[in-house]
């Protein structure tokens, strides 16, 4: 018996490992690129720091953002974070003054909360990604709206700000659930397969897949994707890319709605 209970563990633990590492897997739905007619892994081991009240984040100042329907702008998204490897990546964006968007698991905004304060002074987005990164098709409604109402208050209770998006794992979410959602979905156009090939150089090969409008799918767990933002970010930004957030590519994203990319300047109103 004891052996078979030792069993049981490690498979449980495999599979969790394999779904933080996975995140990327192949989506539920069929997510096109953006319409502009209105539709109806190692999270690193820092040590944790005390909660935060809302007061404790400073204001960001006010910004205006690029209109990205007449100029190229691309949205760079990390899941999974925080973790030990998000502070040098924030130093990354603010050297371009980039904005990204963060879909944070619950349970790594627990360990890292000042990080999660951080992002969100420094004007970035952010994102539901679940508590533990399980897949919601394999639970019932109810039980995933716990998770990510578990998630919501997390980030609530770290930073003084709700999620203005959801990212569900591996893009799989039940019809019945997308339905109720009160924020957007964000999804992605472009998977860099960080979480994969844990190479630098492959995810630097893969962002050249980028075109105006894109969301690009990266996470901030892993180092290889960190020291590919050097990189990353000095070739869009030599090519007149901005880098702005989901909310800000897409323009007026609606609650319950996926979006796989955004807006760009051939798209026609």
């Not at 698991?105 to 304060?117: D, E, F, S, Y």
């Not at 799989?172 to 957007?184: G, I, Y």
């Not at 994707?225 to 800000?248: N, Q, R, W």
Request: aromatic share 6%; glycine share 6%.
């Amino acid at each position: 018996m004891s052996s078979r209970l030792a069993a049981l563990r490690i498979a449980t633990a495999a599979a969790l490992a394999l779904s933080l590492a996975g995140c990327s897997a192949p989506l539920s739905e069929k997510w096109v690129r953006y319409s502009f007619a209105q539709a109806p892994e190692d999270s690193g081991q820092a040590t944790a720091t005390p909660p935060a009240t809302a007061s404790s984040v400073e204001p960001q100042a006010e910004r205006t953002p690029p209109n990205c329907s007449k100029v190229k702008c691309v949205a760079l998204t990390f899941d999974d974070g925080p973790g030990k490897y998000t502070p040098e990546l924030l130093s990354l964006l603010d050297q371009y003054d980039a904005k990204a968007t963060f879909f944070l698991i619950g349970g790594n905004v627990k360990k890292h909360p000042q990080i999660v304060r951080d992002e969100v002074a420094k004007g970035h987005e952010i994102g539901n990604h679940t508590w533990s990164h399980e897949d919601l098709t394999k639970v019932s409604v109810a039980a995933a709206k716990r998770d990510m109402q578990k998630t919501d208050d997390a980030i609530k209770e770290a930073a003084g700000v709700d999620p203005t998006l959801v990212r569900p794992p591996f893009g799989s979410l039940p019809a019945s659930l997308k339905k109720n959602l009160s924020v957007p979905i964000a999804l992605w156009d472009v998977d860099t397969l960080d979480w994969q090939t844990r190479n630098t150089k492959s995810t630097i090969k893969t962002a050249e897949k980028i075109v105006p409008g894109s969301i690009v799918l990266m996470h901030d767990i892993h180092k290889s994707t960190v020291d590919a933002m050097p990189t990353i970010l000095k070739d869009l930004s030599t090519k007149g890319y901005h880098f702005v957030t989901v909310t800000e590519l897409i323009g007026s994203p609606k609650p319950g709605i996926g979006y796989g990319s955004g807006q760009h300047p051939t798209a026609k109103d």
